[in-house]
């Protein structure tokens, strides 16, 4: 039986030259092709500085360590996101914490946010770090969570995995006006791919100088403390990672960020046709009207007893819908370290009447039809 995956990866022959131009030329890492795709995310984003990295992970673990991020800190999420938005604060042995998203949006909910920075700087427990997480491409509030940055003085991480492609009051997500690093993914079932792959944009040069370094060892060559007595010489400053990308992977990197805004318009016009044919009743998650979504993912909400059978339903037709995402605080690890799900109750009700659609560049008219009408079929079923 044929499957409809829920995200996949569009590669063209043009993708393939791009690879096999570097596997045939004398540097398969860190040769040119990674400074070409660091430059021409950076300049799409209108961001001063872009350091490309093997994963999005990586690239929030470099970011935590480059704002200082150590074991007597706080970092405060999204539960409703990946792991990884996460686990970047327990490697830097700081402590995480969760708050709750909206339901409009599954985005950060910036009042929950107001009034748990107003008990945490009571009991002078403030966050030194808080990553917001455009879920399915939808920006968050961003001017709002500047405020409070301001107020309460805690730095800004974008996770913007989902969000290559989106703006934010006219401006691209990763410009990063309102917070200290935006990251990126670039994992197949993101809105371009490099393999795996990730990258790290800020505006700031001191903060940019500091992910370089920790993508790679903590070493320099252009920053020594010391005098350099020879073109041999690098130093160690700090205690970094080999978290590099490869050539071969930002070759595809590049190749793919040409075709972007094509991609953007799809991924918008697959999105208006669900809107389109759905009942408004399962739920259309939607972000701020000061931002223009990438259109990442196609979540619906179903009644939480309905879920499992529609979603195997789904699944039997050989559509795979996957659930985005389990409440973080649900992970057996994150219980094991003393939260309780339910702290979180918008996050528990997305989480529990959710799944995405299929939603990727190449899905058909007549694939989207199949999904539509076995949903549909399904929703009947009752
Ligand atoms: C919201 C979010 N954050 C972080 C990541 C981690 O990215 P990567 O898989 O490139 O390490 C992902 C990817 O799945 C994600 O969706």
């Known amino acids: 039986m044929l ?9 063209t022959q043009a993708d393939i030259d791009a690879v096999v131009a570097v596997l045939t030329s004398p540097n398969l890492t860190q040769g040119p092709k990674v400074t070409e795709f660091e430059q021409a995310v950076a300049q799409y984003c209108q961001a001063a500085h872009a350091i490309a990295v093997n994963s999005g992970t990586s690239a929030l673990h470099i970011a935590c360590l480059s704002l200082g991020l150590t074991n007597d800190d706080r970092v405060w999420t999204s539960p409703f996101s990946f792991v990884a938005s996460a686990n970047c604060a327990l490697y830097c042995g700081a402590t995480i914490d969760f708050v709750d998203v909206e339901l409009a949006s599954g985005n950060m909910d910036m009042k929950a946010l107001a009034t748990k920075l107003e008990q945490a700087k009571q009991s002078n427990q403030l966050p030194k770090i808080v990553i917001p997480v455009h879920y399915a ?22 996770d913007a995995s989902h969000a290559l492609g989106a703006s934010y009051q006219g401006k691209p997500i990763g410009h990063g006006q ?4 935006t990251i990126f993914s670039f994992h197949p079932v993101k809105n371009i791919t490099s393999g795996e792959g990730g990258m790290a944009l800020t505006q700031c040069p001191k903060i940019a100088k500091k992910l370089r370094m920790y993508s790679t060892h903590g070493i320099t060559k252009t920053d020594c403390i010391n005098e350099v007595p020879g073109d041999w010489y690098y130093e160690q400053q700090l205690l970094g990672f080999n978290y590099r990308m490869t050539d071969i992977q930002a070759a595809l990197g590049c190749s793919q960020l040409k075709r972007l805004d094509q991609f953007m318009e799809r991924r918008k016009a697959i999105v208006e046709r669900y809107q389109q044919w759905l009942p408004d009743n399962i739920g259309r998650l939607i972000g701020t009207t000061e931002g ?8 619906i909400q179903i009644d939480a007893n309905k879920r499992k059978r529609i979603f195997d339903g789904m699944r039997k037709a050989g559509i795979i819908v996957q659930l985005h995402y389990i409440n973080i605080a649900r992970q057996p690890y ?5 939260f309780d799900p339910l702290d979180f109750p918008n996050t528990e009700q997305l ?32």
């Not at 920006?139 to 805690?154: E, I, K, T, V, W």
């Not at 994150?334 to 003393?338: H, I, K, N, R």
């Open 178 to 181: 309102y917070s200290d690093i």
């Open 351 to 382: 989480s529990q009447t959710s799944f995405s659609l299929p939603l990727f560049v190449d899905l058909s008219e007549e694939q989207q039809d199949f999904v539509i009408a076995t949903l549909l079929e399904l929703l009947a079923d009752d």
């Open 292 to 299: 223009k979504s990438a259109h990442h993912l196609f979540p």
């Open 334 to 338: 994150y219980q094991a370290l003393g």
């Open 3 to 11: 499957t409809i995956p829920y995200g996949k990866q569009q590669i």
């Open 137 to 158: 491409g939808h920006p968050c509030d961003l001017a709002r969570l500047h405020q409070l940055s301001q107020q309460y003085g805690f730095s800004v991480i974008e």
